[in-house]
């Protein structure tokens, strides 16, 4: 069975991929979920200090990166040698270059922000979003405990893509309407989309046996 890889976005910690770790294993693979969250204390280079940290557990044949993870998956990919490569509801990087996020990203943030920091996201949404988007209330309180708060110049970072990368088995997960224009690209770019994206960003914690089963 493969060796997997997962990958959390830097505005959450590993709890929010545990579920769907949980799965995979039970299903017979190998997993592992690294808590990420050191290399985002400081803004510059975040994204090479986040692809050493991750690759830091050795090879894995598949890397899965969910959310604001995709930016930095193609660099990881090639720092573990993955065979395979699976955006979930995640941000599609340029194709060359470097990804800079969005002047429209960057201002609502910033908008957020106090004392150059960025709160967590759990509490981007007031104290009764979260109840709707993660039902289970010590999943719950788990994302929530762990959520950093990251220094606003994050956001001022362009993420390099590599000039090579494995992408010749490469999946989208559409899981919400929130990454339609991911998933639009992905396609666009031929790669396997799967999912309707009629869903909720948080099923990849609160639905991992529907993810595990777009996967397969």
Request: proline share 11%.
């Given at each position: ?16 991929l ?28 975040w ?9 830091a ?9 969910y959310?604001?993870?995709?930016v ?18 995640a941000?599609?990087?340029v ?28 509490t ?8 709707d ?7 719950r ?76």
């Open positions: 069975m493969p060796t997997w890889l997962l990958c959390h976005p830097p505005l959450l910690s590993a709890a929010v545990r579920p769907l770790g949980r799965r995979l294993t039970a299903a017979g693979h190998r997993v592992a979920v690294p808590d990420l969250r050191a290399t985002v204390e400081v803004a510059q280079g994204w090479d200090a986040y692809t050493r940290a991750a690759a557990g050795g090879p894995a044949d598949v890397v899965l990166g959310s604001g993870a995709g930095v998956l193609p660099a990881v990919a090639a720092a573990v040698g993955a065979r395979r490569v699976v955006w979930v509801d941000l599609v990087p194709v060359r270059g470097a990804t800079l996020p969005s002047a429209a990203v960057r201002t609502a943030v910033a908008g957020l922000a106090r004392d150059g920091r960025i709160p967590p996201w759990p981007w949404w007031g104290p009764d979003a979260m109840a988007l993660v039902p289970d209330p010590q999943l309180a788990e994302i929530t405990a762990e959520a950093p708060s990251l220094p606003l110049d994050l956001y001022d970072e362009e993420v390099p893509v590599p000039e090579v990368w494995p992408d010749a088995d490469v999946t989208y997960v559409h899981l919400s309407p929130a990454y339609d224009r991911d998933a639009e690209e992905a396609a666009r770019r031929g790669w396997t989309v799967v999912g309707d994206g009629a869903g909720l960003h948080t099923d990849v914690a609160t639905d991992p046996a529907r993810v595990v089963e777009l996967l397969a």
